[in-house]
């Protein structure tokens, strides 16, 4: 007989790069952890839709990053209309804003989002073409205290977890006044440099791009290259000043990485990434910073915003390196056991009593016999079970028996709600 563990073989499989997370992979558990950091500093939930128009994501995310001109799924509609699954999430939380008049309000807007996005690219551990991310976005204040709130809230979504053998890196990729001097003194010292085609091409478009090159030949060639922490204008490096500093009050430690270039062109000022060693070549966990011309790009009011997305998959990956129990609570907290039809139909509805109360309950179906339906309940992490016979109900009993101790005492049955969820919440 097959274990149930082994896979079997189908008439359908997943598609490459699909990633499926089972009830006991752990999966809820790293994205509700780290939904809930968000929760606690105020984000409010919102529902993205899974594919926007392909302009969104040309003109916000920037034509010359390998998200747009690599990596999106494109493809056009019945009406002939171009769509692109979405790639990431900020650009789309951005439209909604500006779509929906959020703006208008108190400010800043503070939406925090979870779901899967679509890249395509080569599968491997950690690297998906479903990728699954929690991010959170605050627009509409530019200030320092956010910049830090929105990388504390990240650090504290991992902590929570029991993460320990990850680090931030961050920098400042300047403002408006400081970027077009250092653009101008990049591209005069790439012009210097034995590019390949492509890739003067690129640096055409954004010169940044090249300092993200992950080729040994070119990252020793860019080993010279001028560094924007070192050309920032005087708002630029004070505002940067004061992002570390609020970090260093509220103890998140952090390293300087004056060559983080993240893969997104409407980064400016404060950039991030919080990294996991353990994880090997996609050793990012999780990153985002502040976008401060975004919105009006898109069309909306001249507003900052700043914002983060971690990779669930690859947090979930760094738990299990770290050797951390992520298991998924226990899908039940009780499991009824019937012997004979009367005792089903008792605990049916006692079953529905004990959920009307917040208990989460499932049953033995099928008419299944006393050793089958115990193996069900040991199997559904269950703390008690139910057992109820024909005696019982004469008794107007039912038996409770402690899966853990193994105890076992009778109690009555119009008393076993209010047992139960006194065992259970006392």
Known sequence: ????????????AAPKGIPEYLPSDGFSHVRDTLIAA????GYGH????????TGLYARGVGESTDVVSKEMYTFADRGERSVTLRPEGTAGVVRAVIEHGL??????????YAGPFFRYERPQAGRYRQLQQVGVEAIGVDDPALDAEVIAVADEGFRALGLTGYRLEITSLGDAESRPAYR????????GLPLD????????????????????????????????????SAASAEHHAAVKQHLDDLGVAYVENPRMVRGLDYYTKTTFEFVHDGLGAQSGIGGGGRYDGLMAVLGGQPLSGVGFGIGVDRTLLACRVEGLAVDDAPRVEVFGVPLGDAARRRLV??????RAAGVR?????????LKGAMKSADRSGARYALVLGERDLEAGTVGVKDLQSGDQRAVALDGAVDELVGLLRG
């Open 1 to 12: 007989m097959t274990a149930v563990s082994e896979p079997r073989a189908a008439a359908f």
């Open 38 to 41: 968000a929760d606690r500093a």
């Open 46 to 53: 919102i529902e993205l839709p899974i594919f926007e128009d």
């Open 103 to 112: 703006d208008r309000g108190g400010l800043p807007v503070k939406l925090r």
């Open 184 to 191: 101008a003194l990049l591209q005069e010292f790439l012009a």
């Open 197 to 232: 085609e492509a890739t003067r091409a690129r640096a055409q478009l954004n010169p940044l791009r090249v300092l993200d090159d992950k080729r040994p030949e070119v990252r020793a060639m860019m080993a010279d290259a001028p560094l924007l922490i070192d050309h920032l």
């Open 349 to 354: 509805t006692l079953a529905a009593q004990l």
């Open 361 to 369: 309950v499932d049953m033995a179906y099928g008419g299944r016999g």
